[in-house]
Each structure stands twice: as C-alpha cells, then as structure tokens.
T-cell receptor
Framework: AQSVTQLGSHVSVSEGALVLLRCNYS??????LFWYVQYPNQGLQLLLK??????LVKGINGFEAEFKKSETSFHLTKPSAHMSDAAEYFC??????????????FGTGTRLQVTL | EAGVAQSPRYKIIEKRQSVAFWCNPI?????LYWYQQILGQGPKLLIQ????????DSQLPKDRFSAERLKGVDSTLKIQPAKLEDSAVYLC??????????????FGPGTRLTVL
C-alpha cells in the first residue's frame, strides 16, 4: 500500500521567506506524487504533480517540488512567501499507472501561516 | 469551464437523521469521486465511479452510506442514519480519463456536515 507522511502539521514563515513543506512517500515502486492546496471553505486545488518525467516540477503560484528517489521525498518549496499563500497543503500519492483513473492517498496536511 | 458543483454547502442534522449531498462534475469527466475529510485530516476516498459504474467502494461504510451516479453524470451521496463521527466535509471530485496522461482530479468546494 502507498502512503505519504507530511512532517509538521503547522509551519509558520515570515512574508518573503523561503517556504519548505515536507512530504515523504512510501511505495514499492516510484509513484505519482501531487501537491494540493486548500484555502478556507474551498475545495482542493492542484499545485503540481510528478508523473515520472522531470524530477523538478514547477507548479502554479511560484511553487515547485523535487522528486528524490533516494530520499523518498517530494518536498514543496517557494523562494518567497506571500500572505496569500496561507492555506492548508496536502501531499498525495497514486500508483504510477496511466490510462486508468488515479486513486489518490492524501497526507494529513500542513497548515502554512505567513506573518508580516 | 465550470468547475465541480456541490450542494448544499453546509448541513446540520441530528444523529440518526438522514442526509443527502449532490455533486455535478465537470462536463465530460468520466470519473467521479467522493471523499470524506474529517477535521485535521486529509481527504479519504469513499467511493469512485467511472461513468455510472462503481470502481472502488472499499472504504464506504455500506451499512449507512450509499451513493449513486445515474446516467454517468451527477451523483448523490446519502447517509442514513447519521452518526456523530460522520461530521466532516464531503468533497466531490471529477477527472477525465485519458490514455496518455495522468488524470488530474478537480475538486468541488465541499459540503460541511455537522451531526449533533
């Protein structure tokens, strides 16, 4: 079974500082990996996804993540935090199979707080 | 392009009552998912439809939860009777089914259920 672990349920950064949200996966084969963002009272929005192409994935809103097989990690970063980045971030994993509907398993989420 | 629509947005009921949620996916999306998101946790898949057939309902508490997707378009999720532990946000998502790309799931805003 596949799973993801998000280290740190709450992360606080100053505006303009580096954002680093951690995600480690467990899978017998390199899976597909996703980062979603959830703003208050809204559904989840896809930030970026890794599907076995380039290991450095760029997403929306200036976020990027790097797939590191040796570390079984897929950490999310942004060079400079903005107040509007305050939200809940979820890492998710799915089996590396195309042509079938994906089955996502989510982590428990990390709440990002951005302070002035 | 219209997103995934869900209604109602909020619902408060007494335990042992019944409740139903409705979801209208993005037009043309073959796959529809219902997730349960308990406060402080990541979304958990309840049921997955492909067109109007069930692909995965292994985590659906079938003694009280039911779901249908008539005509392969919109879907309803029902709880009967509700328990206190059913208090959660119920998220609907949809995705296309493509042969060459990992399909992205698009989420609706969710229905927040409170069981008293």
């Amino acid at each position: 079974a596949q799973s993801v672990t998000q280290l740190g349920s709450h992360v606080s950064v100053s505006e303009g500082a580096l954002v680093l949200l951690r995600c480690n996966y467990s899978s017998s084969v390199p899976p597909y990996l996703f980062w979603y963002v959830q703003y208050p009272n809204q559904g989840l929005q896809l930030l970026l996804k890794y599907t076995s192409a380039a290991t450095l994935v760029k997403g929306i809103n200036g976020f990027e993540a790097e797939f590191k097989k040796s570390e079984t990690s897929f950490h999310l970063t942004k060079p400079s935090a903005h107040m509007s980045d305050a939200a809940e971030y979820f890492c998710a994993v799915s089996p590396p199979i195309t042509g079938t509907a994906s089955k996502l398993t989510f982590g428990t989420g990390t709440r990002l707080q951005v302070t002035l | 392009e219209a997103g995934v629509a869900q209604s109602p947005r909020y619902k408060i009921i007494e335990k042992r009552q019944s409740v139903a949620f409705w979801c209208n996916p993005i037009s043309g999306h073959a796959t529809l998912y219902w997730y349960q998101q308990i406060l402080g946790q990541g979304p958990k898949l309840l049921i997955q439809f492909q067109n109007n057939g069930v692909v995965d309902d292994s985590q659906l508490p079938k003694d009280r939860f039911s779901a249908e997707r008539l005509k392969g378009v919109d879907s309803t999720l029902k709880i009967q009777p509700a328990k206190l532990e059913d208090s959660a946000v119920y998220l609907c998502a949809s995705s296309p089914l493509t042969q060459y790309l990992t399909d992205t799931q698009y989420f609706g805003p969710g229905t927040r259920l409170t069981v008293l």
